[in-house]
């Protein structure tokens, strides 16, 4: 399977990785008494959430006796990152920068996150093109680049 597939992931199953990534090793009743506070879903809900998962290579499984312990088999740090690249593959280039700028204005940062941007705009600077160039499809944004082409 690749990369990209696993990645077709909801916001459910979403959630459920992240208390396999908390507990690093969890049975359907770990990953639902977590989830319990936060979301009603039923005990088969749960446990079709985690089949699919197991599916998807998500989650590892393990038979323990007359249970089955679940594993992660993505490392959370890459799964954010994947996230974060599907992100910006739905939006055009040119729109990435002011996406961001957004995102620092929406969130709440800490002096040490701040300082972490700062570092790491101080570097960009140096990389910075002109323009960015649009990737998109002619007709999926407002790029003047693409009219330019439809119209000529
Ligand atoms: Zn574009």
Redesign the pocket.
């Known amino acids: 399977m690749k990369m990209e597939d696993k990645f077709q992931i909801t916001d459910a199953e979403w959630e459920v990785m992240r208390v396999v990534w908390t507990l690093q090793q969890a049975t359907s009743k770990d990953i639902i008494e977590v989830l319990q506070s936060k979301k009603n879903w039923k005990q088969a809900t749960a446990k079709t959430l985690i089949g699919r998962l197991v599916q998807k290579g998500m989650l590892d499984t393990e038979k323990d006796g007359k249970r089955y312990l679940y594993t992660a088999a993505v490392d959370e740090n890459e799964s954010v990152k994947m996230l974060q690249d599907r992100l910006f593959e739905r ?5 990435v920068g002011k996406t961001i700028a957004t995102m620092i204005l929406e969130s709440t940062l800490s002096h040490d996150d701040i300082k972490l941007l700062e570092k790491n705009l101080e570097m960009k600077k140096s990389q910075a093109v002109e323009e960015v160039k ?3 499809v002619p007709g ?4 003047k ?2 009219l330019h082409q439809n119209h000529h």
Not at 91 to 95: A, F, Q, R
Not at 140 to 143: A, E, R, T
């Open positions: 939006i055009c280039n040119k729109e649009c990737n998109c999926q944004c407002q790029c680049g693409h």
